[in-house]
């Protein structure tokens, strides 16, 4: 499967000099193929529905993988994994979680009028690299 995520994500793994072992492309391709989030244990149906065993260690360990990578967002409030929409985004990715129905929408934090970096290095603070910001908010479809 080739799609945009994909490349940028072979291109970084390229870069930082990472190995794409078979784990890590098949459950990049399954998050991109699903195209909504997951949790570890969903993931590990969705697997096993296709006829392959993973050990729930092995898909922690390799979506980790994929969240340092800036491909995959762990979006902590709902403790499941989604992919990420822009990858090639250079601002701090944000994701934008309905409390009401868990629908997610991802921007950066210039397009939100944020500046975490100025805010953060008053306090002699740096954003940790290739992480998000989760906001809860209430969603158009749920206003
Ligand atoms: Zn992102
Ligand atoms: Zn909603």
Not at 84 to 98: D, Q, Y
Request: neutral net charge; glycine residues 4%.
């Amino acid at each position: 499967m080739f799609n945009h995520l994909k490349d940028s994500a072979v291109k970084k793994c390229l870069e930082l000099k990472s190995t794409l072992t078979p784990n890590r492309i098949d459950l990049l391709d399954l998050m991109i193929e699903i195209g909504k989030p997951l949790s570890a244990y969903e993931i590990k149906e969705v697997i096993k529905n296709k006829g392959n065993d993973l050990n729930i260690s092995t898909i922690y360990r390799v979506m980790e993988f994929w969240c340092k990578n800036g491909t995959i967002h762990k979006i902590t409030s709902l403790n499941k994994y989604t992919t990420c929409s822009n990858p090639e985004e250079i601002h701090l990715h944000i994701v934008n979680v309905c409390t009401n129905c868990d629908e997610l929408s991802e921007t950066c934090n210039k397009r939100m009028g944020l500046d975490f970096k100025k805010g953060s290095k008053s306090l002699g603070l740096s954003i940790s690299p290739n992480s998000h910001i989760e906001i809860p908010v209430i969603c158009m479809e749920c206003q």
